[in-house]
Every structure is written in C-alpha cells, then in structure tokens.
C-alpha cells in the first residue's frame, strides 16, 4: 500500500517536530485498539473474510430478439439466433451465455418437483461422465417465489451440489422469457454459433438427453 505523502519545510524545529512524532505515535496505537477492538479482538480479521452477499434475483441484459414460447409440436425456434443473456451468479460473480461453445442451458424453479427430481439426475450425469465432450452447462433459476416450497434457490443447488454456473433470473424472468420458457424444467442446446439446437421441457431420462444432444452436434 503506498501512503501519500506531504512536502516538509526546508526548515524546521526539532522539539515541535518530537511532539508532532509522538503525538501520530499515540494516535496510530489507538486507531489500532479500535480496529482489534471492532473486530472482536481478532486483528486478523478482513474485508475479505466476510460472507459474500447472497440475492435471488439478479438483473439480466438481454440482447438480440427473444426465442418464441416454446410450443407442443414442432419448435420453430430451431435454428435461430438465441439472444445473449448477461447476468451474475446467486454472489454476483457475473455469467453469460452467449455464441463460443455448445452449452446446454437448463432453466429450473425450486418450487418445480420435476425440477427437484430432475437436479440429483443431472449431479449424477455430471459424476459419472455423461456429459458429451465440448458441451458446457449453464443453469437458469427463475420464476422465484419466497411465499412456495423449497426456497431459497441458491441454497436448494448448494444442497444438491449443482456442479455448473447458475445464471439468476430478474424478478421479471427476463431470462426464462427470452429463451420461450414454457414449463420446468426446460433444456435449450445451443451450438457454438449460438442458434438452436433443440429445446424440451419436462423430466428427461440422462440418456435420452445425452442422446439428443449426440445426435444435434452431429448435424
């Protein structure tokens, strides 16, 4: 750390100067009590060693056009450019999806008891090596509501140790509507230009997923 410092005098007294010494001696010995004192008598504790503040929802900058709400039949955002989404983690840390890689982007609500079941499968998948080479994973938690089961999100996924970035939703669920969600969970395969692979909603067997997105990088 570097100090800032004064211009001197060319000249000056030595007995002022002493007093003037001991007197920013004593004053450093008291603001040095205080800060151990304030610190519960741990000088070794920083700003650092605090815990890092935890939100639910976080702001989310959306740029490009939003996918189409996905429908039943066939999906006619397949295809298409998906928006880059710009948002931070449950600690702020900031993630984005955007164009770079394949990456499976799986959009969960801890309310959801699909979702619920659905998380320990993908931990598993994850575990085991199921995920296909060269694809990422990003998770999405939206449609947030204090007042349902199974809140808060951040400590639901610390729980079941969800092992990828989780991208938190505005309360708007700017993320989950630029992206067509239509149910929990929903899966969205995006190849490395950022357009869609293909998208499904419901609980999905590890395989099956593994399968679908085997068979969309291939084309």
Known sequence: MTFPTTNTPHKKNPAKSLWIGVGAA????????????????????????????VEEFRPVIVTGAALPTMPEGDDPAVGIQAPQLDGSAFDGSAITIKPGEPTLVVLLAHWCPHCQREVPRLVQWNNEGGVPEGVQIVGISTATDSQK???PP????????????????????????ALGLSGFPTFVFLDA???VLFRTSGEVEMSTLREMIVDTMGT
């Open 149 to 151: 089961p199974n809140f």
């Open 193 to 195: 230009e950022g357009k």
């Open 26 to 53: 004593l004053t450093l010995v008291v603001v040095i009590a205080a800060i151990i004192a304030f610190a519960g008598g741990d000088s070794t504790k920083t700003v650092t060693s605090l815990p890092t503040e």
């Open 154 to 177: 951040s400590a639901w996924l610390a729980n079941e140790t969800f092992p990828w970035p989780v991208l938190v939703d505005s309360a708007k669920q700017e993320a989950a509507n």
